[in-house]
Nanobody, 121 residues
Framework: QVQLVESGGGLVQAGGSLRLSCIVS????????MAWYRRLPGMPRELVAK???????HYADSVKGRFTISRDNHKSMSFLQMDSLKSEDTGGYYC???????????????WGMGTQVTVSS
């Protein structure tokens, strides 16, 4: 069973930085898409950043220029570098890994349990 584990969340002052990590385990088939979502207080889950198999990155407008998504294909990991954090970035951050290519038995859409990011103003 594919499992994702996030790490790197915590408490930081506004203007500070955090780096979230996500590691994929339980499969030998690397995801072709990795993404980070977040759920802000009282809001539905939203896409923060997505990295496609061609390394094309997509960011939510609210984080463009401040957040950077990357991945380590060899280790099936993704990272979210978050700089210039704001209090409105406070929320739960979730890693998502998708394999949508190859035989159906090797495909998956997996989620981590999330890591909390709290930005104090």
């Amino acid at each position: 069973q594919v499992q994702l584990v996030e790490s790197g969340g915590g408490l930081v002052q506004a203007g500070g930085s955090l780096r979230l990590s996500c590691i994929v385990s339980g499969t030998i088939h690397s995801p072709n898409i990795m993404a980070w979502y977040r759920r802000l207080p009282g809001m539905p889950r939203e896409l923060v950043a997505k990295l496609g198999e061609d390394n094309s990155a997509h960011y939510a407008d609210s984080v463009k220029g401040r957040f950077t998504i990357s991945r380590d294909n060899h280790k099936s990991m993704s990272f979210l570098q978050m700089d210039s954090l704001k209090s409105e970035d406070t929320g739960g951050y979730y890693c998502n890994a998708v394999r949508s290519v190859g035989p159906p038995r090797d495909q998956y859409n997996a989620w981590g349990m999330g890591t909390q990011v709290t930005v104090s103003s």
